[in-house]
C-alpha cells in the first residue's frame, strides 16, 4: 500500500509540475490534487523542494536515460546499426506513451504535454542544482552508445571504414534532440519523420 501511495503522490505532483513552475505549484494545490493533506503527503517526502526532485528523478532523468528507453543490456546485443535506430525509436515512442498516460492527455493534448515537459527541462536547473549536470551525462550516455553501434557497424563492414565514429555518434544524438524539441511547439514528436532523418543520416554512411 505504502508504494501505491507514493505512486500516487509522485504522479498527481508530476502533472502539477508539468504544468505550473515550481515556484507557482503550492501545497494547498499539492494536497487537492493528491487529495491528501501534507501531513500525510510529507510523511513520504520532507517537503516541495524534495517532492520535486523525487518527480525530476523519477519521470524525468530516469524516462531520458538511453538506457531505459532500449534497455539495459543492449550494448550486449549483436545488432546492426539500422537495426538499433529502429529499437531507439521504438523506445522514444515508449517513453512518450507513458508520459502522455502519466498526464492522462487526449491525443489532441499531446501537443501541449511535449510542450510543457520541455519548458519542464529547461526550468528545472534554476531548482535542482545537480540537474544541468544530469542531465549532460545523459546526453553523453547518447552519444557514447550512437557512437559504440557505429564503430561495430564499421568492424562489421555495414557502414564505411572512413566513418567518423564521434562526430556521428553526436549527429545522431543532436538529430533527435533537435526534432524532439521542434516537434514539441507543433502537434508531438513524429516518429516516421525521425526515422526518416536517422535513415537519411544512417544513408550517408553505409556501405
Do not use: C
Not at 515508449?94 to 493534448?109: F, G, Q
Not at 549527429?171 to 511547439?185: E, K, Q, S
Request: without cysteine.
Amino acid at each position: 500500500m505504502s508504494n501505491n501511495t507514493e505512486e500516487k503522490i509522485y504522479r498527481e505532483a508530476f502533472k502539477l509540475f508539468l504544468n505550473k513552475p515550481y515556484e507557482f505549484v503550492t501545497v494547498r494545490e499539492l494536497e487537492k490534487a493528491i487529495g491528501m493533506t501534507r501531513g500525510a503527503i510529507f510523511y513520504y517526502v520532507k517537503d516541495k523542494e524534495q517532492l520535486y526532485r523525487e518527480v525530476i528523478e523519477r519521470y524525468y532523468l530516469k524516462s531520458q536515460n538511453l538506457y531505459y528507453k532500449v534497455g539495459e543490456n543492449i550494448l550486449e546485443h549483436d545488432i546492426t546499426l539500422l537495426e538499433f535506430i529502429d529499437i531507439f525509436i521504438a523506445g522514444v515512442n515508449k517513453t512518450a506513451n507513458e508520459i502522455y498516460t502519466l498526464a492522462n492527455s487526449k491525443e489532441s493534448d499531446k501537443s501541449t504535454i511535449d510542450r510543457s515537459y520541455i519548458s519542464l527541462l529547461l526550468t528545472t536547473g534554476y531548482y535542482v542544482d545537480t540537474f544541468n549536470e544530469k542531465m549532460a551525462n545523459l546526453f553523453q550516455i547518447d552519444k557514447n552508445t550512437w557512437s559504440f553501434f557505429i564503430q561495430k557497424a564499421i568492424e562489421k563492414g555495414e557502414v564505411k571504414p572512413n566513418t567518423n565514429v564521434k562526430l556521428y555518434g553526436e549527429l545522431f544524438t543532436y538529430t533527435y534532440l533537435g526534432l524532439a524539441l521542434n516537434d514539441a511547439v507543433k502537434e508531438g514528436i513524429d516518429l516516421k519523420h525521425l526515422r526518416e532523418i536517422l535513415i537519411e543520416l544512417y544513408n550517408k554512411i553505409k556501405v
